[in-house]
């Protein structure tokens, strides 16, 4: 079974605060992506990388930025915590060249809801 | 812009089937999924369908229709269990996938 972990469930940070969210995936994949939760809104795409130290914004980066230096491994950054950041965040990851089909199928990890005071 | 459109929430009785209607509005188009994501759980995938027609997976079933940008997830036999929020999502190449704001279904005894 594929796995994804991050590396907290729940996280309380204070405006300004620096946070990390920690991300790893046991399967190999090539990508990994990072997605916010909010009510009514699904989920939104912030960033993913198709490679180890590539990266590309998605919908909503702003704020936000990631790292990743392995390829199991991937890490989204606040870089100074603002109260519009309180959310559900995603970590997914899928095997394969963004093309299209079953390969494409998204496996998520738990979550980490953030909330930012 | 892009946009996926589906009901915010259906409710349905234990045992009998339901429809959860998903059009979409993207800028690329290689395929539409259906997650399913329990109260407090990760989003877990369902099915897939690329091509234009029915799915079956067991309970749930899943339809595309490409020239009318438009999918659906039916689920049959309904059980308590299947009360969650199913997401449709169309993958629009790039290694993008777009979400839905998710259906909530609520499975009443």
């Known amino acids: 079974d594929v796995k994804v972990t991050q590396s907290s469930r729940y996280l309380v940070k204070r405006t300004g605060e620096k946070v990390f969210l920690e991300c790893v995936q046991d399967m190999d994949h090539e990508n990994m992506f990072w997605y916010r939760q909010d009510p009514g809104l699904g989920l939104r795409l912030i960033y993913f990388s198709y490679d180890v130290k590539m990266k590309e914004k998605g919908d909503i980066p702003e704020g936000y930025s990631v790292s990743r230096e392995k390829k199991e491994r991937f890490s989204l950054i606040l870089e100074s915590a603002s109260t519009n950041q309180t959310s559900m965040y995603l970590c997914?990851?899928?095997?394969?060249?963004?093309?299209?089909?079953?390969?494409?199928?998204?496996?998520f990890g738990p979550g980490t809801r953030l909330t930012v005071l | 812009g892009q946009s996926l459109e589906q009901p915010s929430e259906v409710t349905a009785v234990e045992g009998a089937i339901v429809q959860i209607n998903c059009t979409y509005q993207t800028s690329g188009f290689y395929g539409l999924s259906w997650y399913q994501q329990h109260d407090g759980g990760a989003p877990t995938f369902l099915s897939y369908n690329g091509l234009d027609g029915l799915e079956e997976t067991g309970r749930f079933s899943s339809f595309l229709s490409r020239s009318d940008s438009y999918g659906y997830l039916f689920l049959q036999e309904l059980q308590m269990k299947d009360s969650a929020s199913y997401f449709c999502?169309?993958?629009?190449?790039?290694?993008?996938?777009?979400f839905g704001a998710g259906t909530r279904l609520f499975v009443k005894a």
């Open positions: 997914a990851s899928s095997p394969n060249a963004g093309t299209g089909g079953d390969t494409d199928t998204q496996y």
């Open positions: 999502a169309v993958q629009t190449g790039g290694f993008k996938t777009i």
